[in-house]
């Protein structure tokens, strides 16, 4: 019903302000009007709390005290609270006549009438200033998520910006290395033509072989490379088989076996090569280096087997 709204607006009104008298004053009187005595003894005691020298609440109280009036409470807020509680009857308010009453009356009138018009003008003001306080913060958020979504749009396009320079200077990186591999490779194949031309073929064999001719791919020098190194290797490789021999035959077999195996690294399949496995495998069997010896034995008896050294080379693997 109404009165129970009126107590349920009184005690928002006092969660907002702890210490409006005149609310504590008139909830004292609802409390009275439900024959609530020590929850109306209790709250004028909140009254004198905050002003020890309230004339409605003194009043107030001697008026529904019959037998303690507020002249002998002196008990602090607490202790008086449980007290009231412990010891006070659920009571109908006394009926009072005499002008003491009265005065107590007119006085609770005037605080009712107050009160009414305090909750008519701070409520809604309340209300008011909170829904422009929620309303303000209501702009700085959309303000703010304005802010953050141009920021986060600048970001995504700095990061594109970013990403591709990045990608352009992995591109240059790649571009650039390519260039001093193809500088680096050509510098050799220009060496090894001048050793060529100096017809030292081994010197420009040697610059030939460590040649990386992936890196000259489409460039002409890669066709430099591949004319010279058919006519470099084969010449270099027939020099070294021929300075092998000739180690071989006199019995200088390390020197023998370094030849041979500069040899048959240019050119294995030339119509000496036969020649240079057999010699280098009877090398190693004199060194008695035998398992290498053995590896060049076979490689001659499965590679060559129109090799007119293939007999002798089952004669030395049948010694191993």
Same mark, same amino acid.
């Given at each position: 019903d109404s009165e129970d709204l009126a107590v349920i607006q009184l005690k928002k009104v006092l969660?907002?302000?702890?210490?409006?008298?005149?609310?504590?004053?008139?909830? /004292?009187?609802?409390?009275?009007?439900?024959?609530?005595?020590?929850?109306?003894?209790?709250?004028?005691?909140?009254?004198?709390?905050? &002003?020890?020298?309230?004339?409605? /609440?003194?009043?107030?109280? &001697?008026?529904?005290?019959?037998?303690?009036?507020?002249?002998?409470? =002196?008990?602090?807020? @607490?202790?008086? *609270?449980?007290?009231? @509680?412990?010891?006070?009857?659920?009571?109908?308010?006394?009926?009072?006549?005499?002008?003491?009453?009265?005065?107590?009356?007119? =006085?609770?009138?005037g605080a009712i009438i107050g009160l009414a018009v /305090?909750?008519?003008?701070?409520?809604?003001?309340?209300?008011? @200033?909170?829904?422009?306080?929620?309303?303000?913060?209501? *702009?700085?958020?959309?303000?703010?998520?304005?802010?953050?979504?141009?920021k986060s749009t600048a970001l995504k396009e700095e990061t594109i910006k970013r990403e591709a320079l990045d990608g352009e200077k992995v591109q240059l990186t790649s571009n650039l290395k390519k260039a001093q591999d193809i500088q680096g490779e050509t510098?050799?194949?220009?060496?090894?033509?001048?050793?060529?031309?100096?017809? &030292?073929? =081994?010197?420009?064999? &040697?610059?030939?072989?460590?040649? *990386?001719?992936?890196?000259?791919?489409?460039?002409?020098?890669?066709?430099?490379?591949?004319?010279?190194?058919?006519? =470099?290797?084969?010449i270099a490789a027939e020099d070294a088989f021929n300075s092998g021999s000739n180690s071989y035959f006199n019995e200088v077999y390390d020197k023998a076996i370094e030849q041979f195996d500069f040899s048959i690294k240019l050119a294995p399949n030339e119509k000496y090569s036969d020649k240079a496995f057999y010699y280098r495998g009877v090398a190693?069997?004199?060194?008695?280096?035998? @398992?290498?010896?053995?590896?060049d034995l076979e490689y001659v008896i499965t590679n060559f087997p129109n090799s007119p050294r293939i007999e002798n080379a089952n004669w030395y693997l049948s010694k191993l």
């Open positions: 969660s907002l302000n702890p210490k409006f008298i005149k609310a504590y004053a008139l909830l /004292a009187l609802c409390m009275i009007k439900e024959h609530q005595i020590p929850k109306a003894q209790k709250i004028l005691l909140k009254i004198l709390t905050i &002003d020890k020298n309230n004339y409605i /609440a003194r009043k107030y109280y &001697d008026a529904i005290s019959e037998e303690e009036p507020i002249a002998k409470v =002196v008990q602090t807020e @607490e202790e008086s *609270d449980s007290r009231q @509680e412990a010891s006070q009857p659920h009571r109908r308010a006394p009926i009072l006549f005499g002008s003491s009453f009265h005065q107590v009356i007119f =006085v609770l009138g /305090a909750l008519f003008l701070i409520s809604p003001s309340q209300i008011k @200033e909170k829904n422009l306080a929620i309303s303000d913060l209501q *702009d700085q958020v959309s303000i703010q998520t304005t802010e953050l979504q141009a510098a050799k194949v220009l060496l090894a033509l001048q050793f060529r031309n100096a017809k &030292d073929y =081994v010197k420009a064999a &040697d610059e030939l072989f460590f040649i *990386d001719a992936t890196k000259l791919e489409g460039t002409q020098m890669l066709e430099i490379f591949n004319t010279l190194k058919t006519e =470099v290797y084969t190693h069997y004199n060194l008695e280096q035998f @398992e290498e010896a053995r590896k």
